[in-house]
């Protein structure tokens, strides 16, 4: 079997191994061969660089989750609930961007006396009220930190159900409100759209005058980033070169190393020289072909990564726009401990900034 890498890119690869390892508990090397279409030699090197990582540890033949993962949050966290209690979490991922969310969680509830208690849901779960029902029956749970998913049917259900449940709840990354009034909920958020604003005013003092933005689709915070992205290409004077933005499918669809390729031709036959991209592994696949194509980043074409979650270990490393993670689990954490320490207190809504990270995928166009 022959490596077929410019097809099927490392962060594709990367992806597939995370969702499998929280789907199953466990991968095979023999299995990702057939999945995945690449050779051993390659997955065992894939496997080692996040082991390396901690992201997995490996064992014959394949590999299982590194402890510490989310999952062992999950039974870890039910053992330390106290006598102050608990709060309850459920977050739609239980690899990226969330856990390090969690972390901030934890450590805040630990500060006073309680514990946390972690559920995964996922993206396509269409409605989160039998989890959400389960969570707060269970012993000493006295709130509730959740991202539910707002683009399902059922979305505005799960809000109402929130604020008939009588437990102090706290949204995260998440905006809703509470019909009929149309009353926001209680959440804690980063400021998206300012995180593409630093990312475009990082670009433009570089030189950079035809920028191009690449969004996950369907993402609640890919439209936040989209805001503030026009909002700064119009500040700044940037020309989205014919308007160039696009969304990406999810990095699981079959066709996901299909439209990065092309989205990245439409990109450099419009003239543009730097791009932001949502979220870090979409990054790396623009800069994994790029890099196999003979395209220098930041050379040719600087490239700017939204989340920070990975970015550092990439080669390059790529300059990222990081939502403070941990920050916003602590803070949705303190949001429900002063709800239950005075019920009647005004419904906080807590908006918290994002920084810019400047590292080695960025850098001046040619000839500027």
């Not at 459920?90 to 559920?119: I, K, N």
């Not at 050379?299 to 390059?316: K, Q, R």
């Not at 726009?321 to 941990?326: E, H, I, L, Q």
Request: a negative charge; hydrophobic letters at 45%; aromatic letters at 2%.
């Amino acid at each position: 079997m022959t490596d077929q890498t410019p097809a099927l890119l490392a962060a594709e690869r990367r992806a597939h191994v995370l969702a499998s390892l929280e789907r199953d508990g466990a991968v095979r090397v023999a299995q990702l061969m057939d999945e995945l279409g690449v050779a051993p030699v390659t997955l065992r090197r894939d496997l080692a660089q996040m082991e390396r990582e901690g992201l997995l540890v490996r064992v014959h033949g394949g590999a299982v989750p590194a402890a510490g993962s989310l999952d062992d949050l999950e039974a870890s966290a039910v053992a330390s609930v106290t006598r102050a209690g608990s709060i309850a979490m459920l977050v739609p991922s239980l690899t990226f961007y969330y856990p390090t969310v969690v972390r901030g969680a934890e450590a805040e509830a630990s500060r006073h006396g309680m514990g946390v208690v972690v559920r995964g849901a996922s993206y396509e779960l269409q409605d989160e009220r039998p989890v959400l029902e389960r969570l707060v029956h269970t012993e000493g749970v006295r709130g509730l930190v959740l991202a539910p998913n707002t683009d399902t049917p059922h979305a505005q259900d799960v809000v109402q159900w929130l604020a008939d449940s009588g437990v102090p709840n706290v949204l995260v990354e998440r905006d809703a409100v509470v019909l009929p009034e149309g009353s926001p909920v209680e959440n804690v958020t980063t400021d998206h759209a300012l995180g593409a604003v630093l990312a475009a005013r990082h670009l433009a003092s570089l030189g950079h005058r035809r920028v191009g933005l690449i969004i996950a689709r369907d993402s609640p915070t890919s439209r936040k980033i989209a805001a503030g992205w026009h909002a700064a290409c119009a500040e700044l004077g940037l020309t989205p070169a014919d308007q160039f933005e696009t969304s990406l499918p999810p990095r699981t669809s079959p066709d996901f190393s299909a439209v990065v390729d092309s989205t990245l031709d439409a990109a450099l036959s419009n003239g543009v020289t730097a791009i932001l991209v949502h979220s870090d592994p979409e990054a790396m696949a623009f800069v994994d072909l790029a890099m196999n194509r003979g395209i220098s980043v930041p050379g040719d074409l600087s490239v700017v990564a939204y989340d920070d979650e990975v970015a550092e270990i990439f080669t390059p490393p790529l300059t990222a726009v990081a939502p403070p993670r941990a920050a916003v689990g602590r803070a949705a954490v303190d949001l429900v401990v002063r709800r239950l320490e005075d019920p009647a207190r005004p419904v906080h809504r807590v908006v918290l900034n994002p920084t810019l990270n400047v590292r080695g995928s960025t850098a001046p166009p040619r000839g500027a």
